[in-house]
């Protein structure tokens, strides 16, 4: 649907240190003029750097994770406020990997996503099941507790993103199936209706995850309620992500 625009979105994790800026400068030439939103969320280091070489050009930058204060005595945590004064637009929360590594619950996303959207950015909230919970037929059980838990009642299609991310399919090449993909996006859609009304659930961008790269990324466009993707590995290097990047030009 064409009022919402598309988003590609990187996210570089914890990759990448000065000089992979070349990567960024290469992919600001390449896309000048682009009719949907390109994001890339750099490791924190890089944040501001990246920021000030995008100011004004054809790349939004973003965090890809918050605390849920602005500020105080939490060592190594980074704000809202903070990533928003260092010039993102946006932040990914609840990603599976934090979800993993740091035992971050829907809770904890809900709260997060409230503080990000109160410092003026845009959220980009991950669900997605694991390998174990598709095999046992649970995958839109899961999704619609997550959605219900992190999404908070706030959330509008201007400042929510859903990025819909198969656990399984994250950094293994292992890619949903388009069905898969389509009956899950569809779900999201109307779960987001259903709850926010239909206004923010339509206006909201769904972005799928896992595993994109050139080669499946036009298909996977083409899928109903996909509105973009967030990628991994593949958005580390401007000769990978480029051609991902032109592959939404097809599908616009
Ligand atoms: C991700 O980390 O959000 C992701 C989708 O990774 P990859 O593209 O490497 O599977």
Redesign the pocket.
């Known amino acids: 649907m064409d009022f919402r625009k598309k988003l590609i979105a990187g996210?570089w994790?914890m990759n990448g240190t000065g000089e992979m800026l070349d990567e960024v400068r290469e992919l600001l030439d390449a896309h000048p003029k682009p009719k949907y939103d390109i994001l890339i969320c750099p490791p924190a280091t890089l944040l501001a750097a990246m920021s000030s070489l995008t100011a004004e050009r054809s790349i939004l930058t973003g965090g890809q994770d918050c605390h849920h204060e602005q500020a105080g005595a939490h060592t190594g945590d980074i704000s809202g406020q903070m990533l928003a004064d260092a010039g993102a637009s946006f932040v990914i929360l609840g990603?599976s990997e934090r979800r993993a590594d740091h035992g971050e619950t829907d809770d904890n996303v809900n709260v997060k996503a409230r503080a990000a959207i109160a410092a003026g950015l845009k959220v980009v909230i991950c669900v997605g099941e694991t390998l174990a919970e598709r095999e046992a037929a649970n995958t839109l059980e899961i999704i619609a507790g997550q959605l219900a838990g992190s999404v908070p009642d706030l959330a509008t299609g201007a400042n929510l993103v859903v990025a819909y991310?198969p656990v399984w399919?994250?950094?293994t090449g292992k890619v949903a199936t388009l069905e898969q993909i389509g009956e899950v996006h569809d779900f999201i859609r109307m779960q987001l209706e259903k709850r926010l009304g239909a206004g923010v659930g339509r206006s909201t961008r769904l972005l799928y995850?896992?595993?994109?790269k050139a080669g499946n990324a036009a298909e996977i466009f083409g899928v109903s309620n996909v509105d973009g993707a967030?990628?991994?590995?593949?958005s580390l290097k401007a000769a990978d992500f480029s051609p991902i990047i032109n592959a939404l030009d097809a599908a616009s």
Not at 209 to 212: C, H
Not at 230 to 234: D, S
């Open positions: 996210n994790k990603h991310e399919a994250i950094g995850g896992g595993s994109v967030l990628v991994g590995g593949a």
